[in-house]
Structures are given as C-alpha cells and as structure tokens.
C-alpha cells in the first residue's frame, strides 16, 4: 500500500509541477534550416497570399544573416516540379549547407541533411518549410525525439490551406515544439534593443520583411525630422 501511495503522489506531484512557460531563443545555441522552400512547392501555399509568404520565406532566410546563425538549406527532388530553391534565398546564403534531397519526405531521413544539422553543434532549431503537415512537421517531430528544441516559424511554413496549417501546428505544439512568427523570433533573438544585433542590424530587417514596424520608425523619424507637432497632438502625450 505504502508503495501504491508513494506512486500516486509522485504522479499528482508531476502533474501539478506546471510545464517551463518559456523556452527562450539563444542567438549563441540557435540554427537556422530552411526546407523545401521551392518556387514549384511553393505555388501549392495557400493559406498566405503569393505575396505574402514570398516576403515570409525570404524573411525566415534572412535571419541567418542578422542574427549569424548557422544555415543549412535543404531541398527535394528539385530537379522536379518541386522546382528550384528560391534564387534570393540561395544569394542569401552563398556558403550554407546545401543538401539536395533526391527522394526522401522527411528531411531528416536524409543521411547527408543530419549531418550538416549535427556539425552546426547548435541545439535550437529554428525551421520553416513546404508544406507545413509534412515537410516541416515530419523533420520537427524528428528533431524533438532527437533531443533538440524546436522553434517552428509559423510565417515562414504553408500548405493547401487553414485547416491543414491549424492541424499541424497542433500536432507540432503537443510534441513539444515551440510556434512562433517571425516577429517574436527576431525580438527573442535578440533580446534588447541596446545590444548587438540590435537596433541597428533590427530596424533595416523589419523595414524590409514587417512593413508595419518600418512604418512606425519612419513615422517617428519623420516628426522628429520636420519638428512639426500640432497644438492639438500635444494633448495626446
């Protein structure tokens, strides 16, 4: 009986212990894996505009760049309709990894794909990919039980539509990984506004890939700039 007991409050202690509430980005643990972001693969997304997950993917790309992250790009059966990896992305990186899978689904059934993410030495994996349920999804659910911490770039992974994105991402969340927009990724990554990468390296990218916080700046700029302030505006501060 005493045995029995000592299980059972072992349990309820388990389950009372709430769950870390925040598994923070370290630009010093982090690497970044872009997957199959083809320009054929990329014409089945449709739970962004055409537009808008272009900007996405080459955002996603282009915080490698900012932060110095470790790169690896990968892409399948790209001699296919897949297509090819987008050309800005691959002028973006011209020294990553590159690992042209030629049949399997899951990037990280890919002998060559492990070790390129193993030699980054990196234990954060920041990803995004096409299509979202498999491609992204399948290599996140890989690397969880690998032991790594998975932060899924919700901007920067699409697929036929809402409903697939939703069901995925709920899936991806349940195993452990962390969903977030490439908004919270940078600001994560970089922590303070102060520091290095910082506002200077920041407000160039956001200008670029979140045009709404460039037009924040540029406002703030421009009053500065002009000096024009009206009677009435003061009333407001």
């Given amino acids: ?56 993917m080459l955002a996603h790309a282009a915080l490698g760049n900012v932060f110095d992250l470790p790169t690896v790009l990968t892409t ?59 491609c992204t999804t399948f290599l996140a659910l890989s690397l969880i039980d690998e032991g790594y911490e998975v932060f ?4 920067a992974s699409g697929t036929f539509d809402t409903r697939l994105a939703e069901d995925a991402n709920r899936r991806m969340e349940r195993a452990g990984v962390t969903l977030m927009g490439m908004f919270a990724i940078a600001c994560d990554l970089m922590r303070d506004w102060r520091k290095t990468p910082g506002l200077t390296e920041l407000l160039p990218f956001l200008d670029k890939y979140q045009f709404a916080y460039g037009l924040v700046a540029r406002h703030h700029g421009g009053a500065l700039q002009n000096g024009t302030l009206y009677p009435i505006e003061q009333t407001l501060l």
């Avoid at 202690?13 to 980005?25: C, D, G, K, M, T």
């Avoid at 690992?99 to 030699?119: L, P, T």
């Avoid at 899924?152 to 901007?155: E, F, G, L, S, V």
């Fill in 76 to 134: 399948s059966s790209d001699a296919g309709p897949n297509g090819l990896m987008l050309k800005e992305i691959m002028d973006m990186h011209p020294n990553a990894t590159f690992v042209r899978r030629q049949g399997e689904v899951n990037a990280w059934d890919n002998a060559e794909f492990r070790a390129a993410v193993k030699a980054t030495g990196k234990k954060q994996l920041i990803i995004g990919g096409i299509v979202t349920e498999v």
């Fill in 1 to 56: 009986m005493r045995v029995t007991a000592a299980i059972q409050a072992t349990f309820l202690l388990a389950i009372s212990v709430p769950a870390q509430a925040w598994n923070r980005l370290d630009k010093e643990n982090a690497a970044l894996l872009v997957i199959d972001h083809q320009v054929g693969l990329s014409q089945v997304v449709r739970d962004f505009s055409t537009n808008d997950f272009r900007n996405n």
């Fill in 152 to 155: 899924a770039n919700t901007d």
